[in-house]
C-alpha cells in the first residue's frame, strides 16, 4: 500500500572486534522507508553502507537499535524465520551477481520461486529472462553470459517473488559504464512496473539523483 512504512530502522549500531578493542562501524542510525519509495544510500568506500544493508536484510545483527521490515522485527525472529522473511518479502541484486554457477540462468532465476513452492515458478522466471532480453539464453550457464547478462539475470531471479522490498548494492560496481546505464534503466523500469521499494546502495552521486531520496552516510553516521 502507497505511503505504508516498509522500512523501519530505529537507533541502529554496529560494533566489530579488532585489534584495539571495540570498531564501530554504524553509529545510532535511524529513517523509514515507505512503499514505493526509491531511496539511495551513498557515502565513500568503508562509510558502512553494505553493513547497513545486511543488517536491512537480516543477514547480520546489529549491536544495539531495531530493524523492521513489513513491521516485523528482525530482532524478534531467529535464522529460519529471517530467512523466510527475506524469501517473501526481499530480493537482492549483488555488485558480483552471486548466481550459481552450476545452474543455468533458467534455474537461477526459478530459485527463489522453487523455495516458496510455487507451481507457476517456471513460467514466471522465464517471463521474467524473456523481460530482460534473455529469452534465447535460458540453457546457458554463468561462465558463458556476459557481465551484463549474469546482471540480467540476476534481476530477474530478484524480482522472480514479487518482492515488496528490493536492496541492491552496488548492482553497477562489476559493470562498464554503458552496460551499468542498461542495468539501471531496466532496474527502474522493473521497479516501477511492480511497484517495488527501492533501497540501493551506490558512490555514484549520479545514480543516486535517480532515486526519489539520498541518505548520506559518512564514518558511519547519517550525514
Known sequence: MEGQVVVEVEGLGKDVASGDGLLTILHDISFRVRA??????VGASGSG???????????????????????QDLGA??????AALRARS????????????????LENALLPLELLGRADGPRLARGLLERVGLGQRLDHYPKHLSGGEQQRVALARAFAPGPRLLLAD???GNLDAATGA??????FE??????????LVTHDEALARRCGRSLRLAAGQLA
Not at 36 to 41: D, L, S
Not at 190 to 199: F, K, P, S, Y
Open 36 to 41: 514505493g519509495e526509491a531511496v539511495a544510500i
Open 49 to 71: 553502507k553494505s553493513t547497513l544493508l545486511g543488517l536491512m536484510a537480516g543477514l547480520d545483527s546489529p549491536s544495539r537499535g531495531r530493524v523492521h521490515i513489513d513491521g
Open 77 to 82: 525472529l531467529d535464522e529460519d524465520g529471517r
Open 90 to 105: 526481499l530480493g537482492f541484486v549483488f555488485q558480483s551477481f552471486q548466481l550459481l554457477p552450476s545452474l543455468t540462468a
Open 170 to 172: 552496488e548492482p553497477t
Open 182 to 187: 542498461a542495468i539501471i534503466d531496466l532496474m
Open 190 to 199: 522493473m521497479n516501477a512496473e511492480q511497484g517495488t521499494t527501492l533501497i
